[in-house]
């Protein structure tokens, strides 16, 4: 078990799990009542997510897509003021399953942990780099679609 509780180790634990595609255990890094939040989120994607099981239902709901993130670059980390927060930039390099064309994912992240789970995690992706990958139709459809049938069921 992982005994470093600091809010980087839960960064690069939760990047590790990103990346085997393990949204289930990177969700009970989670709080019981923490919150997902995705401000620049497309029509079809939530913005904000509150509480484990809810953050479970759309990380898993992701699984599937056809973008298969194969390692993360240039990770730059910001210490604030407050010892519960970090502030994460970095681009995720991967590939589009169902075409092999490979993307591009910049990434801004704040976390906030406290007692070694993740109260807080605002992802700042660019849906633009997703539209490039995927085209409108085929992000819009991938992720929101999945996303309201899981939510909604």
Known sequence: MDTD???L???ERAQKLFLAKDLGRFADMFAEDG???LPFAPPGVPKFLRGREEIRRYLTSITSTPLEMTRFHGLCVHETVDPEVIIA???GHGRVTSTGKPYRMP???LLRARDGEIVTWRD???PLAGFQALGVRGL???VGGRLRRRVLA
Request: charged share 20%; aromatic share 20%.
């Open 140 to 142: 819009v459809r991938t």
């Open 107 to 109: 990434y801004i992240q």
């Open 89 to 91: 930039e970095y681009e």
């Open 124 to 126: 700042y992706w660019s």
């Open 5 to 7: 509780t600091t809010p």
């Open 9 to 11: 180790a839960l960064l």
């Open 35 to 37: 919150t997902h939040e």
